[in-house]
């Protein structure tokens, strides 16, 4: 594919990499440099690798040997068709931004980040039929308007601290709970439908504000110690509506 060592800030525009035996395309080592309408099909490894403050917009990476699109940090990936890869769909670097991007039956998870320490920020980003967990996330991540369906692991899981999430659903998810939200955590106008474990899941101090915990198979809400859930509905979920430790957790209007 294209070379590993390439000049800081070169522009890619409307070209097809396919059936080498490495990565697709690689620009790890050029700062700020811009992938635009490019396909990355049956590489060896991964389809298309970014390096630091980069920009990859309208490009798809299908059926590479390992992930789809990888970066470094403080990359924008915009409007990303991520289909059909043997490994991660898409892995966020530090602050790195994914808008209107889908990731759909890859083989390990949807949209992953690269470290716990990352904190990658997302918006409108679908993760579907995927064989791990549709959605993972670091720390002080943001993730709104987002989706995670019919995956094979849980389906949005930002168990690092101080995540936020906004008008976001987790449906069908046959590996675990629907959301998973880590210490210190938000989300407001979520939904978790039909999931296999519980529909929502909190560690300590989180905030759950008109969230909807629907026919799931474990518990509705299960969260820890110092929780609020505010105008918050659980039904016809498999085991309790709400299950939580009573210190400091507040139940409010629901």
Not at 17 to 31: C, F, H, P, T, Y
Not at 137 to 161: F, H, M, P, W, Y
Request: with cysteine; charged share 15%.
């Amino acid at each position: 594919g294209m070379l590993p060592i390439v000049p800081n800030n070169v522009t890619i525009r409307n070209g097809t990499v396919r059936d080498w035996g490495g990565n697709g395309v690689n620009l790890l080592s050029a700062q700020s440099a811009r992938i635009d309408g490019c396909t990355a099909v049956r590489n060896g490894s991964d389809g298309i690798v970014l390096g630091e403050n980069g920009m990859c917009e309208n490009c798809t990476a299908q059926g590479n040997a390992g992930r789809g699109i990888v970066t470094a940090s403080g990359v924008r990936v915009h409007n990303p068709l991520v289909v059909g890869n043997g490994g991660d769909g898409i892995v966020l670097g530090n602050n790195a931004t994914c808008e209107n991007c889908t990731a759909e039956g890859n083989g390990g998870v949807g949209i992953n980040k690269v470290i716990d320490q990352a904190s990658p920020k997302l918006y409108g980003a679908r993760a579907v039929g995927n064989g791990g967990d549709g959605i993972v996330l670091g720390e002080n991540a943001t993730c709104n308007d987002c989706t995670a369906q019919g995956n094979g692991g849980r389906g949005i899981v930002a168990d690092k601290s101080s995540p936020k999430l906004m008008n976001c659903h987790a449906v069908g998810n046959t590996g675990g709970d629907g959301i998973v939200l880590g210490d210190g955590g938000s989300a407001e106008n979520c939904t978790s439908r039909g999931n296999s474990g519980h529909g929502v899941y909190g560690t300590e101090g989180g905030h759950w504000g008109r969230c909807i915990s629907e026919g799931n198979g474990s518990d509705g809400f299960s969260v820890g110690d110092g929780s609020v859930l505010e105008g918050c509905i659980a039904r016809n979920n498999g085991g309790n509506g709400l299950e939580y430790t009573c210190r400091g957790t507040r139940v409010c209007r629901n």
